[in-house]
């Protein structure tokens, strides 16, 4: 009961709102005390349920009972079961779960360089870890907006004579 409400004050100070998931690190003693820091939420709790607005653990299913089936009527399962379904090439679905903007990305880095034993992590390194994060992940990662890239002009240089004929 004491551990709730330090852990509720504590969180509360840190400025995290009710309901929101965020990781703590307990560390218990032989003396029966302990200490507890609060960290940041998890990367795919804040992208599932904050960006995309969906649950990222997987919902328990209630299975039915095992049955017996012969080879062909496997396969004629497995075929139905996959007209449904995306398809997977290379390890990848074809369409991306979502799409995260660069800069949704460096907030999301702020937000994750506070946690301890991140110090010494710069902003723009974290930002590529949770960039390939994403990426493991199927969100895709672009830039919305903002800088255009300079264009790329053809620098292949092709002098007005031949230079091959010169000797």
């Not at 991306?96 to 990305?105: F, S």
């Amino acid at each position: 009961a004491e551990f709730c409400k330090q852990f509720n004050a504590r969180s509360e100070a840190d400025g995290w709102f009710p309901g929101v998931e965020v990781a703590v690190r307990l560390f218990t003693y032989s003396d029966r005390t302990y200490k507890f820091e609060i960290r940041s939420p998890r990367l795919l709790y804040l992208l599932y349920n904050r960006k995309f607005g969906r649950k990222h653990k997987k919902e328990k299913s209630t299975t039915a009972p095992q049955v017996k089936v012969n080879k062909k009527e496997a396969k004629k399962l497995a075929a139905q079961s996959m007209q449904g379904k995306e398809v997977v090439m290379f390890g990848r679905k074809e369409q991306p779960e979502g799409y995260i903007d660069v800069r949704e990305l460096y907030e999301l880095a702020k937000i994750k360089t506070v946690d301890s034993g991140q110090e010494n992590e710069t902003l723009q390194a974290m930002a590529k870890k949770i960039a390939l994060q994403c990426e493991r992940h199927n969100v895709k990662v672009v830039q919305f907006g903002g800088k255009q890239p300079a264009p790329k002009y053809d620098r292949m240089f092709e002098p007005y004579y031949n230079i091959w004929t010169l000797y």
